[in-house]
């Protein structure tokens, strides 16, 4: 018989995992309250011009975006429109969100008339908050 | 005869719900888009029938045309997109009323109008930035709310957007 024994603890060593399920539900919980389940099947092809001074917009819930392709096509929500149902689409819109921000993803490319007479139906559908989007340039 | 009672533990096994819940976690990840949106924040001016037009001081309004071809009419003076900063910047030191009025050809890109945009931003950001550093001392990151509800009020942004014209 050695003299050497193996000190052994005598209790049992187990992590408890008692509580795991709770540290899941409240990263779950975290998860579904930052998620916006609306995403948009995004018919034109755009690529944003680049700025300095860009903005954060910090409320996804406000924003409502237009889409303008390098082919001159408009696009809101999943449809495409016409410029001058624009008006119309923004007076809704500005009804369900009265702070509503139009979010303008133009393509860099597109000309300012476009631009110009979609800012003209969103002043007369009353939606005057807009953001170009743009990317950070560096 | 008489059995035994058995006397049963009855639980719901619990063991399995970490992993219910970790599939629910896995899912809300997925669809998550953490993605800021950024861009240039503007607030169009109401239709032209309803509001009435503000009367500005000719000296007080600084013009800026851009044609097609990316020139830039800036006060009567031929200049290019990336000067556009140092001289508004110079511009609103001199006279801090000035009303920037932005004005684009229809055939003129975007991507140049953006950068416009861009370069009379930059002036105001640096100018606030100036007036930042002068009043408080720190740079405009590192002011407090009030503070720079301040210098925002100090050196308000005027842009106007200028009133298309009729073509037909």
């Known amino acids: 018989m050695s003299k050497f024994k193996k000190k052994q603890a005598a209790t049992k060593q187990n992590i408890p995992t008692a509580s795991l399920p709770d540290i899941i539900f409240m990263l779950l919980i975290f998860f579904m309250v930052s998620t916006v389940l609306r995403e948009f099947d ?7 011009p680049s700025a300095v001074q860009i903005e954060k917009i910090d409320n996804k819930r406000l924003t409502s975006y237009i889409w303008v392709g390098n082919d001159g096509r408009v696009q809101i929500d999943d449809n495409l429109v016409l410029i001058p149902e624009i008006q119309t689409i923004a007076g809704i819109k500005r009804q369900q969100v009265p702070n509503v921000i139009m979010s303008l993803r133009i393509d860099e490319g597109s000309k300012m008339g476009i631009v110009t007479d979609i800012q003209q139906q ?14 950070q340039s560096l | 005869m008489l059995r035994k009672k058995v006397s049963r533990d009855v639980e719901i096994p619990t063991s399995s719900m970490a992993d219910i819940s970790f599939l629910l976690l896995l899912f809300f990840l997925v669809t998550t888009t953490i993605d800021v949106d950024t861009g240039i924040g503007l607030t169009l001016p109401p239709p ?20 097609a071809a990316g020139d830039v009419l800036l006060d009567e003076e031929l200049t290019s997109v ?16 000035l009303v920037l009025s932005v004005k684009v050809d229809r055939d003129t890109p975007y991507r140049i109008y953006i ?42 942004q005027r842009i106007s957007l200028a009133e298309p014209e009729k073509t037909r």
């Not at chain 2, 032209?48 to 044609?67: G, T």
């Open chain 1, 122 to 135: 969103l002043r007369k559908g009353d939606a005057l908050r807009i953001n170009y989007s743009a990317l």
């Open chain 2, 48 to 67: 032209v029938d309803e509001a009435e037009q503000v009367k500005i001081k000719s000296e007080n309004i600084l013009k800026i045309l851009v044609n």
């Open chain 1, 42 to 48: 995004v018919k034109v092809k755009y690529t944003l």
């Open chain 2, 82 to 97: 990336p000067q556009i900063n140092e001289i508004v910047k110079n511009k609103l030191k001199a006279n801090d009323k």
């Open chain 2, 115 to 156: 950068a416009t945009l861009d370069q009379v931003k930059q002036s105001y950001a640096d100018l606030r930035e100036e007036a930042s550093l002068e009043k408080f001392g720190v740079p405009l990151d590192q002011l407090t709310r009030e503070q720079l509800q301040e210098i925002r009020d100090q050196v308000p």
